[in-house]
């Protein structure tokens, strides 16, 4: 059995709001992550799964409850992870070519090598020759596509991914689900992915975590044994995916009938 990368014990984490009132967002969460392990986190709409996934990574201090990385507490945000936000826009800087952009996440190796080592991650994306280009001068998918190779570029043992294709078209999600898939398979990282895509969800993921509404707690963890490899043609055509995908759905639409799985 593979080895336990994150381990979560009764986190909970509460957020002020801007009159002032404090608003409890999860509770009681309870989960891990293993190496090589692809989890997908759903749930009905603000129910706090961003909230749970800056917690996860360190970029937010949970108010009760631990999380331990290989069994030591995480303090701050960990080198040992990246993240994908939804918002492309927002993380990558407008004034920096895609190169730097790329290259800020080894700051501190040198030119040289981290010129060889940013042209094999745009070739990785289908990036080569876009290099000097700004990110105002890419589509919507290539943007995304500079923001994980920026992620990927550092080798992270946890990769974790905000609603990352939820601001492209249908067709470049698909398309980028299948790069994330290769990615994952060639990297041998752990991927923790928060979305309220359940068909993306169910055709990613060896497990998904279901929440429930606000304060929000898992309630429900659906394995998905869904043959790998996968291909959008064919997998998401198989009986057993809409077997999967209405156990999800049920979970996520009523907590009640998330006990009546589909196994």
Same mark, same amino acid.
């Given at each position: ?5 994150? /381990? ?17 967002? =999860?509770?009681?969460? =309870?989960?891990? @992550? ?59 800087? +407008? ?5 730097? =952009?790329?290259?800020? !996440? ?14 094999? !991650? ?33 080798? +992270? ?13 249908? @067709? ?24 309220? /895509? ?14 429930? !509404?606000? +304060? ?10 869904? +043959?790998?490899?996968? !291909? ?32």
């Amino acid at each position: 059995m593979s080895e336990v990368l994150l /381990d979560v014990a009764g986190l909970g984490k509460s957020l002020t709001s801007t009159s002032g009132d404090t608003l409890l967002i =999860n509770t009681d969460i =309870n989960l891990s @992550l293993r190496t090589g392990e692809f989890v997908s986190i759903v749930g009905p709409s603000g129910g706090g799964k961003t909230t749970l996934l800056r917690t996860l990574s360190g970029l937010a201090r949970p108010d009760t409850g631990t999380v331990s990385h290989r069994g030591a507490t995480v303090e701050g945000v960990p080198p040992w992870m990246s993240i994908v936000f939804q918002d492309y826009t927002k993380t990558l800087y +407008p004034w920096l070519t895609v190169e730097k =952009n790329v290259r800020l !996440a080894i700051r501190d190796v040198p030119k040289a090598p981290a010129r060889q080592r940013v042209e094999a !991650a745009l070739a990785q994306m289908g990036l080569s020759g876009f290099a000097d280009r700004y990110p105002w001068e890419l589509s919507g998918g290539m943007q995304q596509r500079v923001a994980l190779a920026r992620a990927m570029i550092c080798e +992270p043992e946890v990769l974790f991914m905000d609603e990352p294709f939820a601001s492209v078209d249908a @067709l470049t999600r698909s398309k980028l689900e299948d790069t994330v898939l290769g990615l994952w398979q060639q990297a041998g990282m752990a991927v923790l992915l928060v979305t309220h /895509d359940i068909g993306e969800a169910v055709y990613l993921s060896d497990r998904v975590l279901v929440l429930s !509404a606000r +304060p929000s707690t898992i309630i429900d963890t659906v394995e998905i044994d869904l +043959p790998r490899p996968r !291909a959008q043609a064919t997998t998401r055509t198989l009986p057993r995916f809409h077997e999967l995908h209405s156990t999800v759905l049920a979970g996520v639409e009523d907590p009640q009938s998330s006990e009546v799985a589909a196994r």
